[in-house]
């Protein structure tokens, strides 16, 4: 089975998601990027869209209206 990689959604106020999670894909400032894991580090931009992640076989979405998306081990 593959490593998952933990997704946290934060807005200043609280946090409104955390979950272990087998794939992301979300709306960055070069455009649309996918993370698995055992993904490079890297920082960028999110821009207003659609955020989706993989739990298994069940995709599901969340909306971001934009923020930092800060991939890291």
Known sequence: MA????LEVVTPIECVLSDEVDEVVAPGELGEFGV???HVPF???LLPGEL???IGGD???FIVTGG???VRD
């Not at 490593?3 to 933990?6: S, V």
Request: cysteine-free; overall charge positive.
């Open 3 to 6: 490593d998952k990689i933990l």
């Open 36 to 38: 698995l894991s055992g």
């Open 43 to 45: 920082l960028t931009l």
């Open 52 to 54: 989706r992640y993989r």
């Open 59 to 61: 995709e599901r979405r």
């Open 68 to 70: 930092v998306a800060d």
